[in-house]
T-cell receptor, first 116, second 123 residues
Framework: NAGVTQTPKFQVLKTGQSMTLQCAQD?????MSWYRQDPGMGLRLIHY???????DQGEVPNGYNVSRSTTEDFPLRLLSAAPSQTSVYFC???????????????FGPGTRLTVL | AQKVTQAQTEISVVEKEDVTLDCVYE???????LFWYKQPPSGELVFLIR??????QNEISGRYSWNFQKSTSSFNFTITASQVVDSAVYFC????????????????????FGQGTILTVHP
């Protein structure tokens, strides 16, 4: 298994540009999520999905859109990039255990985004 | 609202020293999970441990050990005989019970992270 993959690894955008960060997992996990990591703030949840066609907002959703058309893919869209979105973005996936609760999340390698 | 506090921003030790990373959490849930993740200089996030709120047994895995105390809402992480390869940022995280949609859950296991502790182990 490749696990959770993210592309690109690095990206530089100009203010106002749009782009999509790709995330894919091959573990058939129901749950996928996006976090951003900023210095001194840990990771904060942007959006998450519990299955194809189901998404919801996390702690810091403004400026980002998501969709989940397949179990495998969970892209994150920046509609109009702003310098405040300069960050490292992590995608994660998880699965329901036998107990009926979600297990630990598996993280992708991250995308480092700079918005000028 | 959930909150995780890692009061130690940076810790510096010399190889072979023991080091404890503190984690204090807040939640109103009675069922929750606590995690530790390691982020080495390469940047990926590596899962270390998950602990259920109803299991207060301490756990040891090689040089790593975890002390979970519900009474003080703490989940501390100790590295014994530290090594240079332990140098990393360590994150403590809290998750609500995260029941799946078929069970009617709404929290879906969302993680709340602490700010992270930068551990530097010098040779």
């Amino acid at each position: 298994n490749a696990g959770v993959t993210q592309t690109p690894k690095f990206q530089v955008l100009k203010t106002g540009q749009s782009m999509t960060l790709q995330c894919a997992q091959d573990m058939n996990h129901e749950y996928m999520s996006w976090y951003r990591q900023d210095p001194g703030m840990g990771l904060r949840l942007i959006h998450y999905s519990v299955g194809a066609g189901i998404t919801d907002q996390g702690e810091v959703p403004n400026g980002y859109n998501v969709s989940r058309s397949t179990t495998e893919d969970f892209p994150l869209r920046l509609l109009s990039a702003a310098p405040s979105q300069t960050s490292v973005y992590f995608c994660a996936s998880s699965y329901l255990g036998a107990s009926g609760y979600y297990n630990e999340q598996f993280f992708g390698p991250g995308t480092r985004l700079t918005v000028l | 609202a959930q909150k995780v506090t890692q009061a130690q921003t940076e810790i510096s030790v010399v190889e072979k020293e023991d080091v404890t990373l503190d984690c204090v959490y807040e939640t109103r849930d009675t069922t929750y999970y606590l995690f530790w993740y390691k982020q080495p200089p390469s940047g990926e996030l590596v899962f270390l441990i998950r602990r259920n709120s109803f299991d207060e047994q301490n756990e040891i895995s090689g040089r790593y050990s975890w002390n979970f105390q519900k009474s003080t809402s703490s989940f501390n992480f100790t590295i014994t005989a530290s090594q240079v390869v332990d140098s990393a940022v360590y994150f403590c995280a809290l998750s609500e019970a995260g029941e799946g949609p078929n069970a009617g859950g709404t929290s879906y296991g969302k993680l709340t992270f602490g700010q992270g502790t930068i551990l530097t182990v010098h040779p």
